[in-house]
């Protein structure tokens, strides 16, 4: 098992930069692949970004490729997610997810463990 806990949300303006960190604790990070999801209010939660337990292969949502980066450090336990150029509808509450796979997935109820998440609000 894992647990998982999101931080470095805030508020930020448009055009602007976070850097989210999911640092994980229970097993050992590097046995599970991970990804990112957001949730803005009224709406589903949605596939943002997720990376393999290598970290060899990455997929990103199209809403937000070119922008985004996702990475891990496996030494560290701890998944990030880098944000870049933010829009005001990047603005939800985001997770991240781990699934011990060797697959990389996309779907939200294709993982097992999440966080509580992280508010991200960009104002225009």
């Known amino acids: 098992q894992v647990q998982l806990v999101e931080s470095g949300g805030g508020l930020v303006q448009a055009g602007g930069s976070l850097r989210l960190s999911c640092a994980s604790s229970g097993h050992p990070f590097s046995s599970y692949s991970m990804g990112w999801f957001r949730q803005a209010s009224g709406k589903e939660r949605e596939f943002v970004a997720a990376?393999?337990?290598?970290?060899?292969?990455?997929k990103y949502a199209d809403s937000v490729k070119g922008r985004f980066t996702i990475s891990r450090d496996n030494d560290a336990n701890t998944g990030y997610l880098q944000m870049n150029t933010l829009k005001p509808e990047d603005t939800a509450i985001y997770y991240c997810?781990?699934?011990?796979?060797?697959?990389?997935?996309?779907?939200?109820?294709?993982?097992?463990?999440w966080g509580q998440g992280t508010q991200v609000t960009v104002s225009s």
């Open positions: 997810a781990a699934v011990a796979t060797l697959r990389l997935r996309t779907g939200v109820e294709e993982y097992d463990h």
């Open positions: 990376i393999s337990w290598s970290g060899r292969d990455i």
